[in-house]
Structures are given as C-alpha cells and as structure tokens.
C-alpha cells in the first residue's frame, strides 16, 4: 500500500499577552493570599493585642496626646516650613543667579544639608552653646526645633522652587521687561508667583516630610511640656513597658500626614489635569 499523506499537526496554541497577564496577576493573588493566611494561622494574636492594642494604656494619654504631643509636632513642623519656605526661595534664587559667589554658597548650602543626616544637625544644635559662648537661640526649645527643621528643610525647599523657577517660560520675563520692569521686579512680581503655584504639589509632600522629622527633635533632650509625638510615645511605653503608646502614636501621626499625602496627590493630578 502506498502511504497515505500525513497531515500536518496543528502547532500549540499559545497565550496572548493580555491571557498572560492575567494568569501572572492571578498567581501574585493565589500567592498573596496564601501568605496572608500563613501569617494570620503564625501569629500569636492574645500576645500582639496584649502588647500592642491595651486599650487601657492609650486611655492614660489622653488628653495630653493631643493638647501636648500633637500640638507640639504640629508647631514643630508648621516652624521648620515656614523657615524653610522663606530661605528656600532666597537660596533658589541665589542658586540660579548671575552673580558667581551667589550660586557657589548657594550649592554648598544645598549638597551640605541635603547630604548630612538631620539627626547631626541636631546634634550640632545641641552643642551650639559650647561652640558659641553666650548664644541663645531664641524661644527657647521651639527655636531650636525650628531651626534644625528650617535648616534641614531649606535644602530641599531650595531645590523644588529651583525646579519651579526654571518651569516658568522664559518669554514670561522677556514680555514684563518689555513693559519696563527691571529684572528684580520681574524676577519677584512675574516668575516668582508662577513659580509657587507649580510647587505647591511637591512643597506639600515637603511639609509631610517635615513633619515626619519632628521626631528628631527628642534628641535635643525635650521633657514636658515640650514633647513630640514620638517623645510621648516613647516615654509612656517605657513607663508601661509596653508599645502600645508607640501604635497610638504612630497613628496619631497618620491622621494628620494620609490627609495631607491625599491632598498632595489631587493638586498633582489637578496640575498634570491642566497641562
């Protein structure tokens, strides 16, 4: 018999990048939910609960976790980005002018403390007195938080509104020189506010971030009537040992910074919205 003609296999269906895709996103869920499960079965839940969650124990820090700590981080980050806000700017400006030692003291100013830990810089703070015989910096533990914020934070402000400066269009400053400005007043009544508003998103993150680093502030040996947020906390779980107070205080601080982070993201979308 002669053979009979093979007829050709059909090659193996493969899957399409979108099935792909979907079978990938389908293991990274099967894979998350077996870690959660496992986690939930491994953990000791009395135990946590028991040294995490006394209910009893974050009752003793009211009010004072508020009226105090709160109020206290609040002034310290509201302080450090008001100083940050103002030297910022100067800082922007000196680094994008014309005038050579301007822009050199201006990026020494930002690689130091943008490079340097903030923790030294109130470290360095706190030995200012022996350095300067008779210096004080003024109001007390509030200046010196302030300051080591203010410090800290024109660094980075000075970056952004850099950012901000040079996002204007050039042709705005040639249009008000046109008209008869001067270069100063055009830098100050034309590109300046512009360069505000294109800021405000990342200068919001800014202040989040501040508020964050007011915990620093514990090592300029603050008590009383001067603690943070994380102070308090700290202290009152040494008193109890227990970390309840540390949970309580870290989600003090979520209810002022996952607003201000939600805040951040809206005036984004809104800038990118109206390009």
């Given at each position: 018999m002669a053979d009979q003609p093979r007829t050709a296999e059909p090659a193996p269906r493969r899957l399409s990048p979108r099935k792909r895709q979907r079978v990938f996103r389908g293991v990274q869920y099967v894979i998350l939910v077996a870690a959660a499960i496992a986690l939930a079965l491994y953990a000791d839940w009395p135990s946590l609960a028991d040294n995490f969650a006394r209910l009893d124990i974050a009752e003793q820090m009211l009010p004072e976790l508020f009226t105090v700590a709160l109020l206290n981080t609040i002034i310290y980050a509201?302080?450090?980005?008001?100083?940050?806000?103002?030297?910022?700017?100067?800082?922007?400006?000196?680094?994008?002018?014309?005038?050579?030692?301007?822009?050199?003291?201006?990026?020494?100013?930002?690689?130091?403390?943008?490079?340097?830990?903030?923790?030294?810089?109130?470290?360095?703070?706190v030995f200012l007195p022996l350095a300067l015989p008779g210096f004080v910096v003024p109001f007390g533990t509030y200046g010196q938080a302030i300051l080591g914020l203010g410090l800290v934070g024109t660094a980075y402000q000075a970056e952004i509104f850099r950012a901000g400066l040079q996002a204007v269009p050039r042709g705005q400053t040639e249009a008000a020189r046109s008209l008869g400005m001067s270069a100063s007043r055009a830098q100050f009544t034309v590109v300046v506010p512009q360069a505000i508003r294109i800021v405000i998103p990342p200068t919001t993150n800014q202040f989040v971030a501040l508020l964050k680093d007011s915990s620093l502030v514990l090592f300029l040996g603050v008590s009383g009537q001067y603690v943070d947020l994380t102070k308090f906390g700290n202290d009152m779980a040494s008193t109890h040992a227990n970390a309840t107070p540390i949970l309580v205080a870290g989600l003090t601080y979520l209810i002022v910074t996952v607003p201000l982070g939600y805040l951040a993201g809206r005036l984004e979308k809104r800038k990118g919205a109206g390009r």
């Open positions: 509201v302080g450090g980005f008001a100083f940050s806000f103002v030297f910022g700017l100067i800082v922007a400006l000196m680094r994008l002018s014309t005038v050579g030692p301007y822009r050199w003291l201006a990026t020494l100013y930002i690689e130091i403390f943008r490079g340097v830990p903030a923790l030294l810089v109130f470290l360095m703070i």
